[in-house]
């Protein structure tokens, strides 16, 4: 079974940064299961929606919620099972639990909705301090 587990989660100042990890487990060598679908960042603030942070599709391609462009960035190593986020410049409004997802497409299209990812993470906490 696919099992995804987050880390990196932390107390930082604004404008500081934090790297995220997700390590993915219980894959497969081919087929649906074998790490080549999109992978994303979700987030969800203190008492609200779970809203995309990024999505990243094996070959390359990333796309990116406007809130967080030009600070955070997504990257994924298929050798390793590993998604990470480099979030930088980090501000109070980006605290929030942390998701990593992932799915059995490889296309990241589309990818804004909890719908679209079928496996989740437990989430890391990121909270950032004025």
């Known amino acids: 079974q696919v099992r995804l587990v987050e880390s990196g989660g932390g107390s930082v100042l604004a404008g500081g940064s934090l790297r995220l990890s997700c390590a993915a487990s219980g894959l497969t060598d081919s087929g649906p299961t074998d790490g080549r679908g999109c992978m994303a960042w979700f987030r969800q603030p203190p008492g609200k929606e779970r809203e995309p942070v990024a999505a990243?599709?094996?070959?390359?391609?990333?796309t990116y919620a406007e809130s967080v462009k030009g600070r955070f960035s997504i990257s994924r190593d298929h050798a390793k099972r590993m998604l990470y986020l480099e979030m930088h410049a980090l501000e109070p409004e980006d605290t929030a639990m942390y998701f990593c997802?992932?799915?059995?497409?490889?296309?990241?299209?589309?990818?804004?909705?909890?719908?679209?990812?079928?496996?989740w993470g437990q989430g890391t906490q990121v909270t950032v301090s004025s």
């Open positions: 997802a992932a799915r059995e497409l490889w296309s990241c299209d589309p990818w804004t909705a909890r719908h679209n990812f079928l496996y």
């Open positions: 990243a599709e094996l070959g390359g391609d990333t």
